[in-house]
């Protein structure tokens, strides 16, 4: 058949792909937050009914950590604090390959957008 072009792929070129073309922003989920005085029972039973297991935590406008669900057992909201520490949040724009390779080694990486955490991707959205 003349006229047609081969494709040639090769397992480099999709690692390209992933690594430069699909970024964290594609598979990113907007994360729930509630400012940190927020009634705890009213977060668990968010939480609950939309089978998540952390959301973020606000203080002034801004997220600055997150809650396990199973931290909440009658505690007060901001005693379930866990405050960001360095590798838990990507920039949106990071490719998708980093957020793979975050997630081997937890449940869930928190994604900055705009300098600020707003997103999560867990190993579910993979």
Do not use: W
């Not at 040639?8 to 937050?33: M, Y």
């Not at 793979?100 to 600020?116: D, I, K, S, Y």
Request: charged content about 30%.
């Amino acid at each position: 058949m003349a006229g047609l072009k081969h494709l040639r792929s090769s397992s480099g070129d999709l690692h390209r792909l992933f690594e430069r073309a699909i970024t964290i922003r594609e598979i990113a989920e907007p994360l729930a937050s509630f400012d940190i005085d927020r009634d705890a029972k009213a977060i668990a039973e968010f939480m609950d009914r939309r089978n998540y297991d952390v959301v973020g935590l606000r203080e002034e406008g801004k997220i600055i950590g997150y809650l396990r669900r199973q931290h909440l057992n009658n505690n007060p909201t901001r005693n379930c604090l866990i405050p960001f520490v360095e590798g838990d949040a990507l920039s949106e724009g990071e490719p998708l390959l980093s957020a793979v390779r975050a997630l081997r080694n937890r449940n869930e990486v928190f994604v900055t957008v705009l300098g600020q955490v707003g997103g999560i991707v867990t190993k579910g959205d993979l």
